[in-house]
């Protein structure tokens, strides 16, 4: 079967299909027991997304189970800020970085050769595609440098951040000297991937809506217009889906300018805004992960309304957000079953 049969690669081209292609963020993970069992044989998080044999399993793990039309590479965007120098570490509550707040925290970052220290990760990828059956596609994937500078100064996780924005609006000259970084590093870590033989890449950025709009204009649409422009000119055959999480009134003016291919939704974006953006671009998304977590006859009405909704145009089956740990993977099961239906 050649790349144009793939379900997801046709969804992305803008083609209707009888059933939507579909896979979930976080499709592999705590959910589930045999990714629990591959965990526990790493030293720590950072190690088994750095071990191939580990990854590549982990990665495989949910397609396996429940036949997803696409497999997700098991990474984390926070490896390239690790790749480029800066102490990371994972802890219960999620990321741990050694701030950078100044200049003398950009002086500190090696970026020769930090994309070349993410090897592993690339043959993670050829490992995957090697594996995986011809219908299935193979996404790769990197955090948007918005949301991986957020955490880069903020050292983690935020309820404001308020660091990040400060340097942002104070500072946007020394503040783009980091950006313009994180852009030419995240170019060369998708195009490896690419390369390895990912088909689709997909950027996350987990915290675009924490911007104002002239904000998001300058440090969303902007860095990620540059890194599509840039996939494009090396592999011009490659689709790249933009995820700008909680973007609100500015998911058109993203889908307008940003450059990608398709468009992800998170869970609040209403079916008439997602229809009204389907027409610019195929979408992905966008149920509530939630609905999956709970299942039965909510998960059943939630993914029939979007199948109805969106399924006559370009439509990529997915979730809102990532898979919540708690979630029963007899749900996910059931909305396997739910999407073959005719």
């Given amino acids: 079967m050649t790349q144009s049969r793939k379900p997801l690669l046709r969804a992305l081209r803008g083609e209707r299909l009888p059933r939507p292609p579909w896979w979930l963020m976080r499709q592999a993970g705590r959910y589930l027991p045999e990714y629990r069992e591959m965990r526990s044989r790493a030293r720590d998080f950072v190690a088994l997304c750095l071990d191939p044999k580990l990854a590549a399993e982990v990665t495989l793990q949910p397609v396996r189970r429940f036949g997803m039309d696409a497999a997700i590479l098991f990474s984390d965007i926070l490896l390239l800020p690790h790749a480029l120098g800066q102490k990371l570490g994972f802890e219960g509550d999620g990321p741990r970085l050694e ?15 930090a994309v070349a220290r993410l090897a592993p990760v690339f043959e993670t990828v050829d490992r995957c595609r090697a594996a995986l059956e011809p219908r299935t596609a193979l996404i790769g994937f990197a955090g948007a440098p918005w ?26 000259a020394g503040f783009s000297r980091l950006i313009d970084l994180l852009v030419e590093t995240t170019i060369d870590l998708l195009s490896a991937q690419l390369d390895a033989g990912a088909d689709v890449v ?22 990620t217009a540059r890194i599509a422009a840039a996939l494009k000119q090396r592999q011009p055959e490659c689709f790249v889906i933009g995820f700008p999480r909680g973007a ?6 993203y889908a307008a300018a940003a450059g990608v291919d398709a468009l992800g939704l998170d869970t609040v974006v209403p079916m008439t805004v997602a229809s009204d953006l389907q027409r610019r671009l195929p979408v992905q998304g966008n149920l ?12 059943r009405r939630d993914a029939d309304a979007l199948r109805r909704g969106l399924g006559r145009g370009g439509y990529v089956f997915n979730l809102g957000h990532g898979v919540l740990p708690d979630t029963p993977p007899e749900h996910v099961a059931m909305l396997a079953r739910l999407l073959a239906e005719d």
């Fill in 202 to 223: 997909q950027l996350f950025d987990s915290w675009a809506g924490i911007l104002p709009e002239d904000g998001f204009r300058r440090w969303v649409v902007e860095p």
């Fill in 248 to 253: 609100g009134h500015y998911y058109a003016d």
């Fill in 99 to 113: 701030p950078i707040a100044d200049a003398a925290g950009l002086a500190r970052l090696r970026p020769e050769g």
């Fill in 288 to 299: 509530d992960p939630v609905s999956l977590l709970v299942g039965g006859e909510k998960l």
């Fill in 147 to 172: 949301t991986v500078a957020a955490y880069m100064v903020e050292g983690g996780g935020s309820r404001d951040f308020h660091r990040v924005k400060a340097w942002a609006y104070r500072d946007p």
